[in-house]
């Protein structure tokens, strides 16, 4: 069945997709800039990922069989925009609860850029983040509409996307390879204000 064309839906499926959106925008940013940026911050999110199947796996409920069980009734609920994709080899985390790896890449994507922000005080990323945060709340909205997860599911994914991009970034900006690689924290040497010695500058006193 397709989708009705109105403000809404398309919304909604932005916010569906927005992963997708998301990951591309920020590699081809980082190859057209020629750094390593995205490819950094893809790894990180790898790791997060990894680790938030780990969870997820870990939190399941487990039959006799030592297996996790699907939750029936949650699956029927589901709607049509839970997922788009299906992958052949994540098939095994699909009846599976806690935590929501959508929620979990949001608040991964949100908090790895704006710990840029807390560094720089040109804040010159604040209209990037600001959109980021824009879809995570939609697609929270949109999941929650769909049934796609809980409350509680949404949440344990916001806890653990945080701290995995808080200490990833961490070991990034302090460790290796250091502030360069990272979002917002390096201000480039040819975007540097110069004063030209020949020219006469004129500066003007305001008072409070």
Not at 85 to 114: I, K, V
Not at 161 to 167: C, R, T, Y
Not at 186 to 203: A, F, P, T, Y
């Amino acid at each position: 069945m397709a989708i009705s064309l109105d403000p809404k839906n398309l919304i909604f499926f932005l916010a569906a997709i927005s992963p997708i959106i998301i990951i591309s925008f920020i590699v081809l940013n980082s190859l057209s800039n020629g750094n390593m940026k995205g490819i950094i911050y893809l790894f990180c999110l790898l790791i997060s990922v990894s680790v938030g199947l780990l969870a997820k796996k870990t939190m399941c409920a487990k039959g006799k069989d030592g297996k996790c069980m699907s939750n029936e009734s949650k699956l029927f609920a589901k709607g049509p925009l839970c997922s788009i994709f299906q992958s052949p080899w994540l098939n095994e985390f699909d009846n599976m609860s806690a935590p929501s790896m959508r929620a979990l890449f949001h608040m991964f994507t949100f908090t790895y850029f704006a710990m840029g922000l807390t560094v720089n005080p040109i804040k010159e990323g604040m209209i990037f983040c600001s959109f980021l945060l824009f879809l995570m709340i939609i697609d929270l909205e949109l999941r929650r509409r769909q049934k796609c997860d809980t409350i509680i599911d949404s949440v344990y994914g916001y806890i653990l996307g945080f701290l995995s991009a808080f200490f990833l970034w961490g070991a990034v900006y302090f460790g290796f390879p250091g502030p360069k690689y990272t979002y917002y924290t390096h201000i480039d040497s040819g975007k540097k204000c110069r004063l030209n010695n020949d020219e006469i500058v004129q500066w003007k006193c305001t008072y409070d």
